[in-house]
């Protein structure tokens, strides 16, 4: 990634107080900005895709899931369930569409297609655990889920 700026500051006389320090300042910000979108964009482009991405266990020991790519959106699908577990089935599918929304976190909504029900979606990694938030009712009802990381990140 080349990224280039250009700026002109208006004439001053020689010697103006402030003129150097100014600019330092100015390039100290853009070193930081620059820094943090190549960060951004080599995190994404070393995992291979945003840090949701891969294999999870939920903290309660009841399901494991595979998030990847679906289309244009991304889809959790559970991979296993464990038995006594009617809630849940092998197969089960929520597509999501999320969008970056901080460091390491993401919103948009979700589908859940066997129970028919649409969601807003919250996710935040880090590291090897991720927490997920699904709402409805404008926000109203709220549950968020824990999870670990299976393997590395796809």
Not at 38 to 44: E, I, R, V, W
Not at 96 to 104: E, I, Q, R, Y
Not at 146 to 151: F, N, V, Y
């Amino acid at each position: 990634m080349s990224v280039s700026f250009a700026w002109s500051t208006p004439m001053r006389p020689a010697g103006h107080p402030g003129d150097g320090a100014i600019r330092r300042r100015a390039r100290a910000i853009l070193k930081v900005g620059v820094l943090a979108m190549g960060l951004g964009a080599a995190t994404t482009a070393l995992a291979g895709g945003p840090a949701f991405l891969g294999n999870w266990t939920r903290n309660d020991g009841k399901t494991h899931i595979r998030v990847s790519r679906c289309g244009a959106e991304y889809c959790g699908v559970n991979t296993w369930v464990k038995p006594g577990n009617p809630s849940e089935k092998v197969g089960d599918t929520l597509v999501v569409n999320l969008k970056p929304a901080g460091a390491a976190r993401w919103s948009g909504s979700a589908f859940d297609r066997r129970r028919d029900r649409h969601y807003t979606m919250q996710v935040h990694v880090a590291g090897s655990h991720m927490t997920t938030q699904g709402c409805i009712l404008g926000g109203m009802m709220c549950q968020s889920m824990g999870w670990s990381r299976l393997g590395r990140a796809i």
